[in-house]
């Protein structure tokens, strides 16, 4: 398993979550070192194309609901998200359904003060990428989380 040698990220702040409720700070797009990724909610620059063209973070209900999140929404779960969700559920362990209610019922602050510790690296305490078994910072494996997929 090939690491990065680099100072590793440990801070995750609320623009790192997107509309969807995906934490973008444990994106593998946002850790990389090459072409490093902002999230969702920056600009467009060195984002993938599947980011860029996302139906759900460029969803015209988003664009007149504050907060920016799915929850707002009168359709949510939309179909949209709900597939989305069931991939992230079956390939990684996180909800991103489950995100946006925590969010909603305690608040995007103390929904990132659970994802600090739930997604923080037991080697070397970075952030641990969602879609990578190991930490890509020292190789320790990740904590596995189960989640029912409904």
């Known amino acids: 398993m090939k690491t990065i040698k680099t100072k590793y990220p440990t801070l995750i702040k609320s623009p790192m979550i997107a509309p969807c409720g995906m934490n973008c700070a444990l994106c593998m797009a946002h850790l990389r070192e090459k072409n490093h990724c902002a999230g969702c909610n920056a600009n467009d620059n060195h984002k993938a194309i599947y980011c860029v063209v996302c139906k759900i973070k460029n969803c015209e209900i988003l664009e007149t609901v504050k907060p920016k999140y799915c929850f ?79």
């Open 72 to 150: 707002k929404c009168k359709k949510f779960p939309c179909a949209r998200l709900k597939q989305l969700d069931k991939r992230y559920r079956t390939k990684y362990g996180m909800s991103m359904i489950e995100n946006l209610e925590n969010i909603r019922e305690f608040g995007v602050r103390n929904f990132i003060r659970q994802e600090k510790e739930k997604w923080k690296c037991m080697g070397c305490g970075a952030i641990i990428c969602i879609h990578k078994e190991d930490c890509i910072f020292c190789g320790q494996k990740r904590r596995q989380f189960t989640r029912d997929v409904r």
